[in-house]
């Protein structure tokens, strides 16, 4: 029985020393290097409301990502009706998601309905009218499949965001679905919500086109804009004021290649002025394409454009083979980082809308830290002095094992990168009470015993016996229905699950082992004959 008890301390002394290990770094800030280069050098983590940082909730406008397919379908289709020698007229995409174009005779209505049912499945005929020999038709998505684009583009939102923000560097940002296209997200630790804010909202869709030299940039401005072409703005910065002027650029409506294309986007910084530029590379079929594109038009300007904006629009001088290219436009450092996270992460298939914007201060996340800790303070040495009292010096041994309890569970936190909150910390709390309640029905059974005339060794051994399903029974329920909290929940809520489910595993270990190991010992190394409890 001796070796038993020595094997069992030497147990929770290994676990202990384990949890110390991870929780050094929380409680000494200066560590030695070899700590940091060989042992664990992180210290807990903790949530928005602990270390202040940015809340957002965002909105999805999954209605333009309808928009811009239908925009996509439009401009196929007339390519391939050129193609197929159909003949139309003004084919476009009106406000009300609907397309629209004129057939002149029956043997066009007849072709175009073939190439309809083989090519474009997702569109229906809303309607068509014959006048002076012309048909109209109006073309409209199916209800289904446009439920399916707007669902996967708040899908593929929240994955872009999330992308971007493990990129930005963020510790353990929380990013919750909310109803059918909503988001919140939380960053701990940010306080510049301005530029989060540019990092998760910007669209980032960036596209090539040809600009139109062919037509007059004065008779465009004057609204006499020539059918697929288009005025798009850009900015040029005086290298010497830092004033950033509107420059109006005529473009080929026609996007000649996208950011869907890009493999990576990397910040470089120019060797002829030093600046910080945005170096691109384009996958396998982008950089054939790239290639196609320049060949095609040397000597012409191919402008890129990212949001809507120009960026730069440079004269196409040969051919560019590799899949190489750069987007300037006096960027800051900064800029220019953001910029290529962005464009790494991928563009948002749909706008997003900032809704509701708090930003909590780390001052105000201090005085969480304070007042958490102090509840827990005040509450757990109320437990330990009624356990002292009540119990004597077995409240004594109860008391030792909800250091370690604690202890466990911070160590825990530590080891698995979790992030404490501050209902993590009233989850810690509750467990204070669970541990304690496990140790009341133990002592309370050792009681009993006593009472019926039983020995010491003998009223352990059966305090304990039947003391522990009913521990086990109250434990594993508790554990149940915090992991429902976990699997349901929300952020907030997820930390108290997170470190309830800790501490009653600790709990468990602790009021039955640990503070068994101290009985036993003084019971059977010890032999005393009287217990006090």
Not at 44 to 56: M, V, Y
Not at 67 to 95: A, H, V
Not at 411 to 424: I, V, Y
Not at 468 to 476: A, G, M, R
């Amino acid at each position: 029985m001796i070796k038993s008890i020595q094997i069992r301390a030497a147990i929770v002394l290994a676990v202990c020393l384990v949890a110390l290990v991870y929780l050094a770094p929380t409680l000494i800030s200066d560590l030695p290097d070899q700590w940091k280069k060989y042992l664990p050098a992180e210290k807990i983590r903790l949530g928005l409301d602990l270390q202040g940082g940015t809340h957002l909730v965002l909105e999805v406008n999954a209605a333009k990502a309808v928009e811009s397919t239908l925009e996509r379908i439009s401009n196929d289709l007339r390519e391939n009706l050129m193609d197929k020698k159909i003949r139309f007229r003004n084919i476009e995409r009106t406000k009300n998601n609907t397309i629209t174009l004129e057939l002149p005779d029956t043997p066009s209505r007849v072709a175009f309905d073939k190439m309809l049912k083989d090519y474009y499945p997702d569109l229906d005929v809303a309607s068509s009218e014959i006048k002076d020999g012309r048909e109209t038709i109006l073309l409209k998505m199916k209800d289904k499949r446009a439920e399916e684009l707007k669902k996967l583009a708040v899908e593929q939102s929240l994955e872009t965001i999330r992308n971007r923000i493990d990129q930005f560097g963020v510790t353990e940002p929380d990013i919750i679905p909310e109803g059918n296209d909503r988001m919140v997200i939380q960053l701990p630790g940010i306080k510049d919500s301005a530029r989060a804010k540019n990092l998760i909202g910007k669209t980032a869709l960036l596209e090539f086109k040809l600009v139109d030299e062919e037509h007059g940039m004065d008779e465009a401005l004057k609204g006499h804009v020539p059918e697929g072409s288009v005025i798009t703005y850009g900015s040029i910065m005086d290298r010497e004021t830092g004033r950033r002027t509107n420059v109006p650029y005529l473009l080929k409506s026609k996007t000649l290649l996208t950011g869907s294309s890009l493999e990576s986007a990397q910040v470089k910084i120019s060797d002829r002025f030093g600046e910080p530029h945005v170096a691109l590379k384009f996958n396998a079929q982008g950089a054939k394409d790239f290639d196609r594109i320049t060949g095609e038009n040397v000597k012409k300007r191919l402008a890129i454009v990212l949001d809507g904006t120009v960026h730069s629009a440079p004269v196409i001088q040969e051919k560019i083979s590799g899949g190489d290219a750069q987007i300037t436009g006096s960027f800051t450092m900064e800029e220019a980082r953001d910029l290529a996270i962005v464009l790494r992460a991928g563009a948002l298939p749909a706008p997003v809308q900032i809704l509701e914007e708090r930003t909590v201060g780390p001052s105000l996340g201090q005085d969480s830290i304070d007042q958490g800790i102090l509840a827990t303070m005040i509450g757990s040495l109320l437990v330990v002095l009624f356990m002292a009292i009540y119990y004597k010096l077995s409240g004594l041994v109860a008391d030792t094992a909800l250091v370690i309890n604690v202890i466990l569970i911070l160590g825990t936190l530590a080891a698995f990168k979790a992030t404490l909150t501050l209902p993590g910390i009233a989850g810690t709390l509750l467990t204070v009470g669970m541990a304690v309640d496990a140790n009341v029905l133990i002592f309370e059974r050792v009681r009993e015993e006593l009472r019926l005339g039983k020995t010491a060794r003998a009223a352990i051994d059966a305090g304990y016996g039947k003391a522990f399903i009913t521990i086990i029974d109250t434990h594993v329920t508790t554990i149940v229905a915090a992991l429902f909290l976990f699997s349901f929940g929300t952020g907030p809520v997820k930390g108290f699950a997170v470190t309830l489910t800790i501490g009653l595993l600790a709990s468990l270990f602790t009021a039955v082992f640990v503070t068994r190991i101290v009985f036993d010992y003084f019971v059977w190394n010890r032999k005393i004959q009287k217990l006090s409890i």
